[in-house]
T-cell receptor, first 115, second 117 residues
């Protein structure tokens, strides 16, 4: 069975500082991994995904994530935080059961950016 | 380009009332999903559908029913609302993908905020 653990339900950074949101996964098969962002009162938007190939994945808004199989991790980073990055971020792993593409979500990490 | 549209956006119900949440997608996706989002618990799958006329139970299906009579629409019903069903409900859709491109992302609506008193 697949699962996702996001370390830290709340992360606070200063504007311009490095953003690091941690995600560890459990999967018995090569995983497909996703990061989504949720702004207040909105749905989830895809930031980036890893399926196969290059382990460093670049997404929208300057975010990137690195797939590390040996560490079963898929941490999300951004070199310099902007006030507009304040949101909740969800890591997810895709499983395939019952004939459909199942997404298993982590509990989420709320990112606060202060001046 | 609407993507996934959910109606209504907000609703307040009394315990025991019924209601239907509507989800419509214009991306011709085969798969559709209903989730609920509760603080600290991420998103949990209620029901899903892999095609018109087919539905299946997800992780937390009790108290909910669904129907997919048309490919573009996926309805979520609460027959007798309970306070424990107070939540934010999200609909999503995706294509199945093929071959080595199975990792198709899900596209989400903006949610329905439901309060049950």
């Amino acid at each position: 069975a697949q699962s996702v653990t996001q370390l830290g339900s709340h992360v606070s950074v200063s504007e311009g500082a490095l953003v690091l949101l941690r995600c560890n996964y459990s999967s018995s098969v090569p995983p497909y991994l996703f990061w989504y962002v949720q702004y207040p009162n909105q749905g989830l938007q895809l930031l980036l995904k890893y399926t196969t190939g290059a382990t460093l994945v670049k997404g929208i808004n300057g975010f990137e994530a690195e797939f590390k199989k040996s560490e079963t991790s898929f941490h999300l980073t951004k070199p310099s935080a902007h006030m507009s990055d304040a949101a909740e971020y969800f890591c997810a792993v895709m499983g395939f059961s019952g004939g459909y593409n199942k997404l298993i979500f982590g509990a989420g990490t709320r990112l606060a950016v202060h001046p | 380009n609407a993507g996934v549209t959910q109606t209504p956006k907000f609703r307040v119900l009394k315990t025991g009332q019924s209601m239907t949440l509507l989800c419509a997608q214009d991306m011709n996706h085969e798969y559709m999903y209903w989730y609920r989002q509760d603080p600290g618990m991420g998103l949990r799958l209620i029901h899903y559908s892999v095609g018109e006329g087919t539905t299946a139970k997800g992780e937390v299906p009790d108290g909910y029913n669904v129907s997919r009579l048309k490919k573009q629409n996926f309805l979520l019903g609460l027959e007798s609302a309970a306070p424990s069903q107070t939540s934010v409900y999200f609909c999503a859709s995706s294509s199945p993908g093929t071959g080595e491109d199975l990792g198709q992302p899900q596209h989400f609506g903006d949610g329905t905020r439901l309060s049950i008193l």
